[in-house]
């Protein structure tokens, strides 16, 4: 959410027994068809190296064919590649599949692979933040947001230098998406009374923490189905800046209906008290309720015409 989800092939490792080359080269294979944002710099970088001689293009034959595909959302995919057995995913779906010796730190920007249900390494990518990222924190923070915490299922170091980046001060590194969901059930427990959490998120995995927190905000460009089904407001560009905006309209257009609310309350109950009075007639009192519902509805037009950022300073 934070980052650009344009991932860059960072490091290649091997495990004992396999290259560098023949590992990326069957990652490249078996995703093939997956428009993951790991899987798609995992097959640019095997497009790049299979330029250079030598490298991925004679590992495997071009266009391998792969049988007995099979993909699980969220968790990895695997096929036979060239009559090879390849799994690719995360950690936890090298674990279901039953691959032994897998490392014992995860990363979300990482895919774990296993050949011939033999774990055969990993290849990591690293991500940029978001343009305008921490313009975005500084002016939540402005705006009376308590806390900003970054929830991340990547490594400790990744998350700890996205949130210096961002200036996100509390961070919680190597979660699943059931840690999430517990994080956050944990942060509203601990909440004094009357205030609300808002959780911003993007992938499919973050649906049941959208639906969960008082306000879900998914990311339109790069969100999942699910996250944006499950969110309560939508960002159609991904633009962070759009929260403090987000935050800011709310208020404006609260106080808008109080106004109304207040105004055509006020001018009832007055009509009502001089019609008891009989200081009113039956016709004054119907020019004044359809005045105040035009007045209404005029002032609830400022909301769509004001110009935030300069409207909604106060």
Do not use: C
Request: aromatic share 4%; glycine share 10%.
């Amino acid at each position: 959410t934070l980052t650009e989800g344009r991932f860059e092939l960072k490091e290649v490792l091997p495990a004992l027994g396999f290259e560098a080359a023949e590992l990326l080269a069957l990652a490249a294979s078996v995703e093939r068809y997956s428009s993951h944002p790991l899987a798609l710099a995992i097959q640019r970088a095997a497009e790049q190296d299979s330029l250079k001689p030598g490298a991925v293009l004679n590992v495997l034959p071009a266009d391998p064919e792969l049988v007995e595909y099979k993909e699980e959302r969220g968790m990895g995919v695997s096929a036979l590649v060239a009559g090879r057995k390849v799994q690719a995913g995360s950690l936890a779906f090298l674990r279901q599949a039953g691959i032994g010796a897998l490392p014992d730190a995860s990363s979300n920007s990482s895919v774990y692979l296993a050949v011939d249900s033999r774990y055969a390494g990993f290849i990591s990518a690293s991500d940029k933040l978001k343009d305008g990222a921490p313009e975005a924190v500084a002016g939540l923070k402005k705006l009376g947001v308590k806390k900003v915490i970054m929830l991340s299922g990547d490594r400790e170091e990744t998350a700890a230098r996205i949130a210096a980046e961002a200036g996100i001060n509390e961070y919680v590194a190597g979660l699943l998406p059931e840690d999430k969901l517990a994080m956050v059930e944990s942060l509203k427990a601990s909440m004094p009374d009357g205030s609300s959490l808002a959780f911003v998120g993007d992938g499919m995995n973050d649906a049941p923490v959208l639906a969960r927190a008082d306000l879900g905000i998914a990311m339109g460009g790069l969100g999942s189905d699910a996250a944006l089904e499950a969110s309560d407001i939508v960002i159609m560009d991904d633009k962070l800046s759009r929260l403090p905006d987000a935050i800011r309209i709310a208020a404006f257009t609260r106080g808008v209906v109080v106004q109304n609310i207040v105004f055509t309350l006020g001018i009832k109950a007055g009509f009502l008290a001089l019609g008891a009075l009989g200081m009113a007639s039956m016709w004054e009192a119907v020019i004044a309720d359809v005045g105040v519902a035009l007045l209404a509805v005029l002032n609830a037009a400022r909301v769509s015409r004001a110009k935030y950022g300069e409207a909604l300073k106060g």
